[in-house]
């Protein structure tokens, strides 16, 4: 049997503020640092080692995992960061308050927008300093592939391309896994594995800094799951 462990980030500053986040590369919140320590702390005394890492470009994943490797004395493991693993783009939403935002548009509104599996929140511009194509992080990125806002269907399609290059071989050469992400990356990747219908994903929410692990058959099929919980 593979085990396979998925861990998102830590409380970040912005999800104690209540703010739409997205690609915002924002911190962790001390509580994040507390969540992703005790991460560590739970793997390592259930007895967990890994080989490999893999977390996305924004330092609220890269943190966790480093705080959690670091618990787990771990830290030289190779780690490959990827924008694939990104959190999903919140385009023009990104900086702005959930609650603020449902008042001014509406709660069912701001549900779809934060929820529905294929509906765009309102886009950015390219001359928006929020754009992505001005960062130097994604300076390898096409202008097709540098989102303006994006769908969880966006999210699976750009995160599945990096699980079947990069993980599935690592997996199936018997590497230990650990993935350090994000709230809607990590749904995008558990609806995929579990094939959760498009109606039924807005119902899976991903708490922070709990280690969810999944134990998969040799084919990478799914057996079962479970967090890691004291
Ligand atoms: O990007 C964000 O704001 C959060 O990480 C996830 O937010 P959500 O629960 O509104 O999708």
Redesign the pocket.
């Given at each position: 049997m593979i085990r396979l462990v998925l861990i998102r980030h830590g409380e970040?500053t912005?999800?104690k503020e209540n703010?739409?986040?997205?690609w915002t590369d924002v911190d962790l919140s001390e509580k994040g640092v507390a969540e992703a320590r005790a991460a560590g702390r739970r793997l390592r005394e259930a007895g967990f080692v890994f080989d490999q890492a893999y977390t996305s470009l924004l330092k609220r994943a890269i943190k966790t995992l480093d705080l959690v490797l670091d618990e787990m004395d771990q830290l030289w493991i190779p780690v490959d960061k990827s924008w694939r693993l990104n959190?999903?783009h919140?385009g023009a939403l990104q900086g702005l308050n959930?609650a603020d935002t449902a008042a001014r548009y509406g709660e069912e509104q701001v549900h779809i927008w934060?929820?529905s599996y294929d509906v765009p929140p309102p886009p950015l511009l390219r001359d928006d300093p929020r754009y992505p194509g001005r960062d130097p992080r994604y300076a390898g990125l096409t202008e097709a592939e540098l989102p303006l806002a994006e769908t969880l269907k966006d999210t699976v399609a750009r995160f599945t391309v990096f699980w079947d290059r990069i993980i599935v071989p690592s997996l199936k050469e018997g590497r230990k896994v650990i993935i350090s992400a994000?709230?809607?990356s990590l749904r995008a990747l558990v609806k995929y594995l579990d094939h959760i219908p498009d109606d039924k994903i807005a119902d899976l929410?991903i708490p922070t800094g709990v280690p969810l692990v999944y134990e998969l058959d040799p084919s990478l099929v799914p057996l079962g799951k479970y967090y890691l919980e004291d």
């Open positions: 970040s912005w999800n703010r739409f986040t997205g959190e999903r919140y959930k934060r929820r994000h709230g809607n929410e």
